[in-house]
């Protein structure tokens, strides 16, 4: 049975507060993408309706960190690096369990704003100097290359200059050039015998983080508004809000 759905009334923007606010880069990806859906949630408390959780893809990821890990404590460059020539080694530090945890992650207070950016970052590597890159794992099943041309997939590259501007934020060097760890479920084997076959590659992407101070500053301008901000031309959650309005009407 469905729960109803509530307004929530934890961890609301408050524009009267001194306090530092704590904004997740997902919610920042939220903004980017429709400013009213990113208000009714922070300022109001209406969040959009759950999909359904990846959990195969969770579990690719969950798997792809504890591969890691076992390189990461030999302080050994995992073999999928060597052979994409990633001159670099999994970083090791204890930061690195809080830096990927669900709602904990990297966070790096930025003044101006008084806003919190947070992020859960997949993997850290090390080159010899001492610049982070940083490493994002993704898991799908394609036929065919997979590439990160395809337009949905923009929004991994924003994902990945965000983490990039936090962790320079934090004072960290951070390489321009940040990882995918892209496992591929391949759809040629003659049966399913309770498992699956993934070919991983590695894709790299020189990432430009100029955009993402602008951003913050623009969704703080958002959140201090006192009304809601217009929607996204493409935002079918604002549509569907639109046609069941003029329905009920």
């Not at 209406?46 to 969950?62: E, K, M, W």
């Not at 590597?125 to 898991?139: A, C, N, Q, T």
């Not at 929004?155 to 983490?163: G, L, S």
Request: include cysteine; proline fraction near 5%.
């Amino acid at each position: 049975m469905a729960l109803p759905l509530r307004r929530r009334i934890r961890n609301l923007f408050d524009p009267e507060s001194n306090k530092p606010y704590k904004l997740s880069r997902s919610r920042l990806e939220r903004f980017l993408k429709c400013p009213r859906c990113f208000y009714l949630d922070r300022r109001l408390g209406i969040d959009q309706p759950r999909g359904p959780a990846f959990t195969l893809n969770s579990a690719v990821d969950h798997l792809l960190k504890k591969e890691f890990d076992q390189y990461r404590e030999q302080g050994k460059p995992h073999p999928i690096m060597q052979k994409y020539g990633v001159d670099a080694i999994p970083y090791q530090d204890r930061k690195m369990d809080q830096w990927r945890e669900n709602f904990v992650g990297a966070q790096y207070h930025h003044e101006q704003t008084n806003l919190i950016i947070t992020g859960a970052i997949d993997d850290i590597w090390v080159k010899p100097d001492g610049e982070f890159l940083i490493v994002d794992y993704k898991s799908t099943s394609k036929d065919g290359e997979v590439t990160l041309e395809d337009e949905w997939r923009e929004a991994y590259k924003r994902q990945m200059e965000m983490y990039q501007w936090i962790f320079r934020g934090l004072g960290y060097q951070v390489n321009s050039t940040g990882y995918f760890v892209y496992a591929n479920a391949v759809k040629e084997e003659s049966a399913f015998q309770d498992k699956l076959v993934f070919k991983t590659i590695i894709l790299p992407y020189d990432a430009d983080d100029s955009w993402v101070e602008k951003a913050v500053i623009e969704a703080k301008e958002c959140l201090m508004q006192d009304s809601l901000p217009q929607s996204s031309e493409d935002c079918d959650f604002c549509a569907y809000r639109k046609l069941a309005g003029e329905h009920n009407a």
